[in-house]
């Protein structure tokens, strides 16, 4: 771990002596590297409007957005320097800070999904119902490493069962849809947006969708992450970054359709009522309760600082990460300009 460590530093450090001629003041557009945290859907559909329109480069911004491969690349590619900001995890930032401690190089700055859309999804001709005890004896699909599967012991702790109350069957991220289709197994892991896949397959009263939020498992999900080096060096190009984000983000609330559209430029081959039907359940999580109270991309720091108990204590970390040390929030636009409006 120690080399691990090392590596991360030290690309970290090769990587902030780029900042000042990337983003020097001369007048023209600041280059900008973003990296999603997977591909591209609606659940990111936001992103692509604020590209579209036109509102980062009315912020002085050039940003480039690439396809992501997980919320460890994510983080491991902005640690790196390779990317400036990007969409990864909270719980996977957490763990990474907890293996790199001192400053962190890796930060929040705005909060996309205010929960985690983790949810297990079940057969009911299988006995899976809207209780999580009917998964006990189930065989349930999902990836080796996948967030789902690795916060499952907090979901089994607030039911009181135990974490093994199941067969876990590990199946590729592509294959999950077809097991479940076949019937091979009773439930699998899901982002719960990303299991449109799996409805246009199967019929949405054959299966039912367990949501960890409801087992009362607070948990925040992907966030906006940037560089600590660019956060300490040009906050203004985060600031100007989330400005223009979180303005096609409020407008995809209101009206989801120029945004899809907006997404389908980059991916034609995407059908736009799935990725309606996506962002309406994108929504359900990126809009959650607390929203309603402090706006968009902001956090309550209790909340986070629970997640970084639980994540310690079932990821087995043996530093637990400050919650001011995950997140900066100094950067968000005003709350009058985080409010949903729709």
């Known amino acids: 771990m120690q080399r691990r460590s090392f590596l991360i530093a030290s690309t970290a450090t090769a990587g902030a002596l780029a900042f000042p001629t990337v983003f020097a003041q001369s007048?023209?557009?600041?280059?900008?590297?973003?990296?999603?945290?997977?591909?591209?859907?609606?659940?990111?559909?936001?992103f692509f409007l604020a590209q579209a329109k036109g509102y980062y480069k009315?912020?002085?911004?050039?940003v480039t957005l690439d396809t992501g491969a997980g919320s460890v690349a994510s983080i491991t590619r902005?640690?790196?320097?390779v990317y400036q900001m990007g969409l990864g995890d909270i719980s996977s930032l957490v763990e990474f800070n907890a293996q790199n401690p001192g400053t962190p190089v890796v930060q929040a700055v705005y909060q996309y999904y205010n929960r985690a859309?983790?949810?297990?999804?079940?057969r009911k001709d299988r006995g899976v119902?809207?209780?999580?005890?009917?998964?006990?004896?189930?065989?349930?699909?999902?990836?080796?490493?996948?967030?789902?599967r690795r916060a499952w012991p907090m979901v089994a702790r607030k039911q009181g069962m135990k974490p093994d109350a199941f067969a876990w069957q590990t199946t590729d991220f592509s294959a999950r849809d077809n097991v479940m289709v076949r019937g091979d197994v009773d439930a699998a892991t899901y982002f719960h947006d990303s299991a449109i896949s799996l409805f246009a397959r199967m019929k949405p009263e054959e299966l039912s969708v367990l949501k960890y939020a409801d087992a009362g498992v607070n948990l925040?999900?992907?966030?906006?992450?940037?560089?600590?080096n660019l956060i300490a060096q040009s906050p203004k190009v985060v600031a100007a970054f989330l400005r223009a984000t979180n303005r096609a983000i409020v407008e995809t609330?209101?009206?989801?359709?120029?945004?899809?559209?907006?997404?389908?430029?980059r991916e034609p081959i995407l059908d736009e009522k799935i990725e309606l039907d996506r962002w309406a359940i994108t929504a359900q999580y990126v809009g959650a309760a607390d929203t309603r109270a402090h706006g968009l991309g902001d956090i309550k720091k209790f909340t986070l600082e629970q997640q970084v108990d639980e994540v310690a204590e079932v990821f087995g970390l043996k530093t637990k990460p400050s919650a001011d040390a995950l997140f900066n929030t100094s950067m968000l636009p005003p709350r009058s300009e985080r409010m949903i409006k729709a």
């Open 129 to 148: 119902t809207g209780d999580f005890k009917s998964l006990q004896g189930k065989k349930v699909a999902a990836a080796a490493v996948e967030s789902t």
């Open 117 to 122: 859309p983790f949810v297990i999804i079940g």
């Open 58 to 62: 009315d912020e002085g911004l050039d």
């Open 253 to 265: 609330f209101a009206h989801p359709g120029p945004s899809i559209a907006a997404m389908r430029q």
């Open 27 to 46: 007048g023209k557009l600041t280059p900008l590297k973003f990296t999603l945290d997977f591909r591209i859907n609606g659940q990111t559909s936001p």
């Open 78 to 81: 902005i640690a790196s320097g």
């Open 220 to 228: 925040y999900g992907n966030a906006v992450l940037a560089s600590s």
